[in-house]
C-alpha cells in the first residue's frame, strides 16, 4: 500500500509540475464534436437516425450504426458534401442518398470531414458504449495519465524511460477492445499490476467514466 501511494503521489505531481504538453486529438474525438453539433439533430445522439429535427420533418435518416459499414470513405466524403453524381443513373443530385440529406461542401474542410468519418466508424464499429464525457476525459488523460501512456495515447509517455515501464497503448484497438468498459473502470479506480497506480480517492466516478470514454475514442 505504502508503494501505491508513493506511485500515486509522483504522478500527481508529474501532473502539476512537468510542462503542458498539446495533443493532436484523435479524429474520432474530433469527429464526435462535429456530429453532436451538426449531425445528431437528425440521426440521434447514438446515430440510429431518431433525431428530434427527423421526428418534426418526418424523414428518415440513415441509421448509422449499421449503414456506414457498407460505405467506403469515399462514398462516406461524398455523401457528407454532396458532391458527386447518383451512381446508378448518372444525373446530378442533391446528394447521392436523400435530398434531405444537407450538403456540407461548404461547411467542412478536409480535415473535419476525415475526422467525422473516423467517428462514423466507430460508432459502426464500436463494442462498448460511451460511458461519459469524453471532452471531460481528455483534460483528464492529459492531468493525469499521459506521463506513462503518452500524450497521443501510444504508451511512450515520460514514465516509460524513468522507471522502464511499458504501458498500455491507448491507440491500439486491438489492446482496448479486449478491455469492457467495466473493466476499464476497475483497472482506473484499483490500479492493476506493479505500477498502474488506484486513483480511487482522487478521481470521482463521473471523471473515471470521461476517462474511459476518452481511451475508447484514441483507437479510432
Partial sequence: ????????????????????VSANPPLAFEGRKLFV??????HG?????????????????ADLTITVRARSDTI???????RGKQTITGRDRHNIISDAMPEWKDIFDDNQINALIAYLRFMG????????????????????CQVCHGVEGDGDGI???LIGIMPMDHTN??????????Q?????????GRFMPAWKGILSDTDIEALVSYIRLLSH
Avoid: W
Wanted: charged share 20%.
Fill in 184 to 192: 476499464l473502470v476497475s483497472s482506473i479506480l484499483d490500479g492493476k
Fill in 76 to 82: 462516406l466524403k461524398k455523401i457528407i458534401t454532396g
Fill in 45 to 61: 445522439t447514438e446515430g440510429k437516425g431518431d433525431g428530434p429535427l427527423a421526428k418534426a420533418m418526418k424523414i428518415t435518416p
Fill in 173 to 182: 484497438p486491438n489492446e482496448t477492445n479486449s478491455i469492457d468498459n467495466q
Fill in 125 to 144: 464499429n464500436r463494442k462498448h458504449n460511451l460511458m461519459g464525457d469524453p471532452e471531460i476525459g481528455q483534460q483528464l488523460y492529459l492531468k493525469y
Fill in 1 to 20: 500500500m505504502k508503494k501505491i501511494n508513493q506511485s500515486i503521489m509522483l504522478l500527481t505531481l508529474l501532473a502539476i509540475f512537468i510542462p503542458e
Fill in 159 to 161: 514514465m516509460t524511460n
Fill in 37 to 42: 453539433s451538426y449531425c445528431q439533430l437528425c
